[in-house]
């Protein structure tokens, strides 16, 4: 699990592709630190498994789901990349519940200065996440946790703070680039149990009505 606080910017190396599959190579520093083989590490906001590193870098795996999910197929070497170790038990928390499990692609529709903040208006490339986009919710834009300060039915829109974006891969991003998005897993979690019906005979189905019936609505 991560927090969607980006530690680091770091710099893919080297990029093999091999179909619908990828082995990334990225240059960091930070997030060497304690590495070791099989920990998670956020690439763009996608939970990658390390498999080797050394003192400048370290190597993971892209699946091909990955590779069709996320905007780690369109990267080459040279190309930047959010960075962030898995949460350690007593960290700060200082984002929000981020699986490094991507939904799917955002097009970036405009992209303004207002005050000290750069307002981005993102479109989902699946319309189907928007309902799980609320205003003031929150959301990882390539892995890094914002918060949503409006949404409609085809876009929705994060302000981002000075220090965020000289600190992420979105200082570099303009009108037209792809990101990653993750909704927030609470949202997709209460609607599977609202929909789940469950064993006919068990009587354990969420409905409006249960809801009702019990004081929840």
């Not at 240059?27 to 070791?36: G, N």
């Not at 097009?107 to 200065?113: D, F």
Request: charged residues 20%; aromatic residues 6%.
């Amino acid at each position: 699990m991560f927090t969607g606080i980006i530690e680091e910017i770091g710099k893919l190396q080297r990029v093999t592709t091999q179909g619908p599959s990828m082995e990334v190579t990225v240059e960091a520093s930070k997030v060497l630190a304690d590495i070791q083989i099989g920990d998670s590490i956020a690439v763009e906001g996608v939970c990658l498994t390390v498999t080797a590193f050394d003192g400048r870098s370290f190597t993971a795996d892209v699946m091909p789901e990955t590779f069709r999910m996320t905007t780690l197929s369109k990267l080459g070497p040279g190309g930047k990349v959010n960075l962030e170790r898995a949460l350690q038990a007593g960290g700060r928390y200082g984002g929000h519940i981020v699986q490094g499990h991507i939904d799917g692609q955002g097009l970036i529709r405009s992209r303004k200065q207002e005050s000290n903040a750069v307002v981005f208006m993102i479109e989902p490339v699946n319309k189907d996440q928007l309902k799980y986009i609320v205003d003031r919710g929150s959301i990882a834009i390539s892995g890094i946790s914002l918060t949503v300060v409006r949404a409609d039915a085809e876009t929705f829109t994060v302000s981002i703070i000075p220090h965020t974006l000289a600190q992420t891969t979105l200082t570099d991003k303009a009108q037209g680039d792809s990101v990653n998005l993750e909704t927030d897993i609470l949202g997709r979690y209460i609607e599977r149990l609202l929909r789940f019906q469950g064993p006919k005979s068990s009587g354990t189905a969420i409905t409006e009505a249960f809801l009702t019936e019990n004081g929840f609505m």
